[in-house]
């Protein structure tokens, strides 16, 4: 199998395109961000947000799994967004998930975290001649003072479903029934909870590393060519695999609940 090459040549590149997202920010006369964007952002694209290292396992595995069985979905935490706008590497392959996953971890370990929203939504794509949060509000004529809850919603749910030049009514459709799920989910979840601290997400990767065992397992079963019976025993055994590590998950929920080191996930 294939080896994931090393990514410090694409980090040393993440890491100054963010700098300089960071200075973009600082400049006068950009926009600001006001914070119930991002906190939509957080609510419909990444509601574990304060909880993860960068990668969110749960949604991982239910990606993978909902992949497997026909249904493909996302599973990207804003962290791993980022890194994938900043790279320029949007295609389909397990190797440049890894990659992004790797990256992900390094940008939530060396910004701070509660920057990372706004970075994104700076260079994020929300259709059309909307490259970025700048170019969203004017060709949305939005303006940052006085952003309502379903104006932010719907910036957010421009992510999903980025707008076309000429919106057709299916994706019209699209963009409203994403706004009302995200204020749907904000309703029901609340604000993140806080931050975790550095020993807790350090726990949270040691011992879900094994998801890593999992992908690159189905990666060599793939390589090889191997079809049929041997495909079908695969997609049980990662079925069970994410059994195993959900319920290994809620146990440590369980423990870290009583035991005080971390909040209780959303």
């Known amino acids: 199998m294939r080896e994931i090459p090393p990514i410090e040549n694409d980090w040393l590149q993440v890491k100054m395109k963010i700098q300089a997202i960071q200075n973009q920010l600082h400049l006068k006369g950009t926009p600001s961000i006001p914070a119930v964007l991002q906190e939509m952002l957080v609510y419909g694209e990444d509601h574990r947000f304060s909880l993860h290292c960068g990668y969110d396992i749960r949604a991982l595995l239910r990606a993978a799994y909902r992949t497997i069985r026909g249904h493909p979905q996302g599973g990207s935490t804003i962290a791993q967004q980022l890194a994938r706008v900043v790279t320029g590497r949007f295609d389909r392959s397990i190797y440049r998930k890894l990659r992004e996953l790797r990256l992900a971890v390094r940008i939530t370990e060396s910004f701070p975290r509660e920057q990372i929203p706004a970075l994104y939504l700076m260079v994020a794509y929300f259709g059309w001649r909307m490259n970025g949060l ?133």
């Open 134 to 266: 700048v170019q969203a509000y004017h060709r949305l004529n939005l303006t940052p003072i006085g952003l309502s809850d379903e104006q932010a919603a719907g910036l957010i749910a421009r992510l999903k479903y980025p707008e076309p030049r000429i919106s057709p009514e299916r994706r019209t459709r699209q963009i409203a029934k994403r706004t009302a799920h995200i204020l749907k989910l904000r309703s029901n979840l609340g604000m993140a909870n806080s931050i975790c601290t550095g020993s807790a997400v350090s726990g949270f990767q040691r011992a879900f590393r094994t998801h890593f065992v999992v992908i690159q397992c189905y990666m060599k079963l793939h390589e090889d060519g191997l079809h049929g019976v041997l495909m079908s025993t695969l997609r049980r055994s990662l079925s069970l695999a994410a059994l195993v590590l959900v319920t290994a998950l809620r146990h440590h929920q369980s423990w870290a609940k009583n035991s005080g080191v971390i909040p209780t996930w959303i």
